[in-house]
């Protein structure tokens, strides 16, 4: 998840936020709205599973609408259903594979958990992204959940080789993370819990790693890839490639 959009205007107007569940037909317009996203990033096959029952998860996807009815950003989440102990090493893809499976399976989920935080490019640098995760944080709230869990994608790190366990604990001198995003989380209300070290996982053929990035891809070891906060592993031989991403865990309490 990153911040992307708001300028300062956006900031004093009205915004209205809504789930699919009561707008429906904004579903027809839901995939228009362009974001940032790396080519790569829209390429983890759990991740794919989730957007493409949409529908099913209605009540947990907010619409951000301005005064015009213009949608400038929109925010996931699923309800899924936590493992005992700390929270899971996978991360992004634990939380969205387990939501898939408990509403396979019809069980009752007992947390949720953010999945995406898009906002439309251009509109950056007046808080929007904090309120929408204050957004997100009711809208767990409102729907009987204790905490809001996000596994966070500090989007500022740009030392792919330095550990996140590392980078997530860098803070400013006024104590907040050295990191945009997990500082939007922090002010927002959010607890750094842990890092999940294998919280997206993107498998691909070498062919459609140069596809997605534009490298050669070539030879094996880790290539560094612009927007990818570790490297993705390279096997030329065998005409493989796999990028392991490493987020944070967050836990915003609801109140509920």
Known sequence: MKPVAATSRLVRVHLEFVTLAERPELMDVFWDMETSWPEFMKHDPIGNGYYASLEEFAEFVLVC?????????????VPFRLPEGELPDAGWDFAIRSGLLTKLWGED???????EIAIEPGLQGSGLSGRIVAALRDNAGRLGFGELLAPVRPNGKADVHEPMAAY???????????????RVHVR??????R???RS???PGTV???????????DTTGPVVVPGALAPVMCDAE??????????????HPTGA
Do not use: Q
Not at 188 to 193: C, L, M, S
């Open 168 to 182: 997530a604990l860098r803070t400013r001198d006024d104590g907040l993370p050295v990191d945009p995003w997990l």
């Open 238 to 251: 065998h005409g493989t490639a796999t990028y392991v991403e490493p987020n944070v865990w967050v836990r």
């Open 109 to 115: 989920p007992d947390a949720v958990s953010a999945v």
């Open 207 to 217: 062919e459609e790693w140069r596809e997605w990035t534009g490298l050669p891809f």
């Open 188 to 193: 927002a209300g959010g607890r750094i819990d």
């Open 200 to 202: 997206m996982v993107i």
């Open 195 to 197: 890092v999940c070290p």
């Open 65 to 77: 609408l301005d005064e015009s009815g213009r949608m400038v950003a929109k925010a996931h989440s």
